[in-house]
């Protein structure tokens, strides 16, 4: 759903329209300003992104026009909300430039993936996102093989494989 939201209603797989454009807009305004419960406000500050948190632990992350993502990880704060999400998103827009204003100059030192070349540093090539899709396949074959605990242990998050991507510029 959330590759849909970020693909304007398009389904990532087939290519449908699936939601139409209204559909989607509304959908991204509401989970901009009230997906994350009463720490909707803080997020919108923070992150800048669309998201929907879920009382399981889920958070549903929409990078328009770029990307969607699901974070699962209990345990959750007293707002309802996952801590290691939160913290994923946060690291996610000090890395790259996703946050609604980063394409101010003031944030001209972050990652932008959307950008295919440029003058400061080069977006994420096909081998930076296969190896990324490799390691994302790797933990999924990990965390069907022992508990969610141990997965969570033996893990790490994307924010830190983009990090030394990103190093690599």
Request: aromatic share 8%; glycine share 10%; net charge negative.
């Amino acid at each position: 759903m959330a590759a849909t939201l970020a693909n304007g209603g398009f389904c990532p797989i087939t290519g449908e329209r699936v939601l139409s454009p209204e559909a989607v807009r509304n959908t991204l305004s509401l989970m901009h300003s009230c997906g994350m419960y009463d720490f909707s406000g803080q997020f919108a500050f923070h992150v800048g992104l669309p998201a929907k948190s879920g009382v399981a632990g889920g958070i549903l992350l929409v990078v328009p026009n770029v990307m969607g993502m699901m974070c699962w990880s209990p345990p959750l704060d007293k707002m309802g909300n996952s801590v290691k999400g939160i913290h994923f998103c946060h690291d996610l827009v000090s890395l790259c430039n996703f946050h609604n204003y980063d394409n101010l100059r003031h944030f001209a030192k972050k990652l932008d993936p959307r950008r295919e070349g440029g003058d400061q540093r080069p977006a994420f090539g096909p081998l930076d996102c296969e190896s990324l899709q490799q390691e994302l396949a790797l933990k999924e074959t990990v965390w069907k093989k022992v508990s969610p605990e141990a997965a969570e242990d033996v893990s790490t998050t994307v924010v830190y494989r983009m990090e030394n991507l990103g190093e690599k510029s």
